[in-house]
Every structure is written in C-alpha cells, then in structure tokens.
C-alpha cells in the first residue's frame, strides 16, 4: 500500500504497456493510455465491445507471465482477484503493477484528472472514496471552465 505517494507525470509514449483482462474496467484504462500516446498490449480472451482491437496489440488468451516478461507496467483488471494478485506476485523488481482490485498490492493507482487548456489537475482520495473524487474532479472541472487563463 502507498503510505506516501509521490505524483508524477510519466510519457507513455515508448513504454511498453500490459492490460491484463478486457473488461469494462480495461475499456476505461485501455481509453486513458491510447490518449497518452501508447499502444497497450491487451491479453483477454474477449475484448469489451468498447475496445477496439485495430488500437491495441490483442493476445486473445488468459494470463500466463512470459506474455507479460518484458512490460515496464502492467495493469491486472480481470475479474479474478487470484489471477490480478498473481500477476503482482510474478511482476520483476523493474516492472510497475497496478492491480485494480486492490491497491494494497499495486505499486501505483491512477487519480481522476481534468484538463482544461494547459491546466492538468489531479485528484484522488487514496483510494478511500471514488465517489468523493469524481465529484470533485466535477466541481473543479466546472470552475476551471469558466476561468480563462492566457498568458
């Protein structure tokens, strides 16, 4: 578990990227990393209908370590608690896991973030009210909408 998180802001763009599962939740992670510039490998069985295949590197089958060996971070969202702690388990010292069924065995979580112009806010209750940060990230949202910056 992060006790102190230390924020960054990281280029994706020649990271390679492993999502693990193809759900509703990889539909969403998968979304935020095509717009950071990567081009994540996405090993499921079945792809999420919001997942467009022509967009990712699709290895249709179900975890197994040698798919995942080389990855710099890899994101474990299957459905199966086992399976998304196994793969934090087998990680390398050098690989970065986010088990997004349990952030005490991850060793990031992504925050809710708003860009408005060239203003990146990020927000995130550490993992102790969702509901909390996106009702912020709103908020925030809404009142830096109606700001104009320009330098």
Same mark, same amino acid.
């Given at each position: 578990?992060?006790?102190?998180?230390?924020?960054?802001?990281? $280029?994706?763009?020649?990271?390679?990227?492993?999502?693990?599962?193809?759900?509703?939740?990889?539909?969403?992670?998968?979304?935020?990393?095509?717009?950071?510039? !990567?081009?994540?490998?996405?090993?499921?069985?079945?792809?999420?209908?919001?997942?467009?295949?022509?967009?990712?590197?699709?290895?249709?089958?179900?975890?197994?370590?040698?798919?995942?060996? &080389?990855?710099?971070?890899?994101?474990?969202?299957?459905?199966?608690?086992?399976?998304? &702690?196994?793969?934090?388990?087998?990680?390398?010292?050098?690989?970065?896991?986010?088990?997004?069924?349990?952030?005490?065995?991850? $060793?990031?979580?992504?925050?809710?973030?708003?860009?408005?112009?060239?203003?990146?806010?990020?927000? !995130?209750?550490?993992?102790? !009210?969702?509901?909390?940060?996106?009702?912020?990230?709103? &908020?925030?949202?809404?009142?830096?909408?109606?700001?104009?910056?320009? &330098?």
């Amino acid at each position: 578990m992060i006790k102190q998180p230390y924020p960054i802001i990281i $280029d994706l763009t020649h990271k390679k990227i492993a999502v693990v599962g193809g759900g509703k939740v990889a539909a969403r992670k998968i979304s935020k990393l095509l717009a950071a510039g !990567s081009k994540p490998v996405v090993i499921s069985p079945k792809l999420n209908p919001a997942i467009d295949p022509t967009k990712v590197e699709w290895i249709k089958g179900p975890y197994q370590r040698d798919r995942v060996a &080389e990855m710099d971070i890899i994101i474990a969202c299957t459905d199966n608690p086992i399976v998304n &702690e196994q793969i934090k388990k087998e990680a390398s010292h050098f690989q970065l896991v986010n088990n997004t069924s349990d952030k005490r065995h991850s $060793d990031f979580y992504n925050l809710a973030t708003i860009m408005v112009d060239d203003i990146l806010l990020g927000i !995130s209750t550490m993992g102790k !009210s969702p509901s909390l940060a996106k009702q912020v990230k709103n &908020e925030l949202s809404d009142w830096l909408k109606k700001r104009h910056w320009r &330098e």
